[in-house]
């Protein structure tokens, strides 16, 4: 499938490779292609500069968020979730009509320090934003709640776990299941929560997430949900 990865971050780049090594079509979405091809030091998150990952993955095409929205037949946002709507905009509301957004974004805020604050919460979602600003896609929440090591390759943790959908369109979300499939989510291991607005709660996750990889002290961890 042609797909626009939305986002040159750590999760964009697990993403896209992933992917293509699946055999998709990947194009890499930015906002100045050789701004990001320029830059030289680690970023904020410490994560190396996205060449050292080009030259391993050079089958990915890195091209604006224009560009790659208009390949993908399928787009990923995987931006900072304060900044999706800024990326979505700049990627064009014709490139996304009628098309699949598998939104893995969260909205953490990190301009009062640290710990990040959620900028978007309670009454509404990253997701529901896109889905509001772009009724002619189909978003459709998936992967938020986990790292995006465990996101591409949920047997590194060991024992059964989860992860969940939201999203009003079904087409879409069987969709985006069957992608999480390929990369080795079994069935019974995604929860579909239901529409889009029941992304509010993996989102708000998020402030329980971060606890977690404190007091675990690795981000590579996944909640179980076990029922009677
Ligand atoms: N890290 C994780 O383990 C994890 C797990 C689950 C979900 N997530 C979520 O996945 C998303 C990606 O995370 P990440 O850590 O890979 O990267 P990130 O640093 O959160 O986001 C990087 C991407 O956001 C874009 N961006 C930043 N500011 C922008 C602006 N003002 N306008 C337009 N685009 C802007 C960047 O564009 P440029 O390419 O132009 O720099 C880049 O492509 C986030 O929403 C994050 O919360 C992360």
Do not use: C
Not at 37 to 62: E, I, K, N
Not at 76 to 105: R, Y
Not at 138 to 155: E, F, I, Q, W
């Amino acid at each position: 499938m042609k797909i626009a990865m939305l986002g040159t971050g750590m999760v964009g780049r697990t993403l896209a490779g992933k992917l293509d090594e699946l055999g998709h079509d990947v194009v890499i979405g930015t906002r100045d292609p050789a701004g990001t091809l320029a830059r030289t030091g680690r970023d904020m998150q410490g994560s190396p500069p996205f060449t050292d990952w080009h030259q391993a993955h050079a089958a990915v095409r890195l091209a604006s968020f224009a560009d790659a929205a208009a390949h993908g037949e399928l787009i990923v946002n995987a931006t900072a979730g304060v900044a999706s709507l800024a990326a979505l905009e700049a990627a064009g509301a014709d490139a996304l009509a009628g098309k699949v957004i598998m939104d893995v974004s969260n909205a953490l805020d990190f301009s009062h320090g640290m710990p990040p604050t959620l900028a978007v919460a309670n009454t509404d979602s990253v997701a529901e934003q896109i889905q509001h600003a772009y009724p002619a896609a189909r978003v459709v929440k998936a992967l938020n709640t986990v790292s995006s090591m465990v996101m591409t390759d949920p047997g590194h943790i060991p024992g059964g776990h989860v992860v969940f959908i939201a999203g009003d369109d079904d087409q879409a979300k069987a969709t985006v299941r069957g992608l999480l499939g390929e990369f080795g989510w079994a069935a019974d291991t995604i929860i579909d929560l239901g529409g889009v607005r029941l992304a509010r709660g993996p989102e708000m996750y998020m402030l329980l997430w971060l606890s977690l990889w404190g007091a675990l002290g690795t981000p590579d961890f996944n909640i179980a949900v076990h029922r009677s």
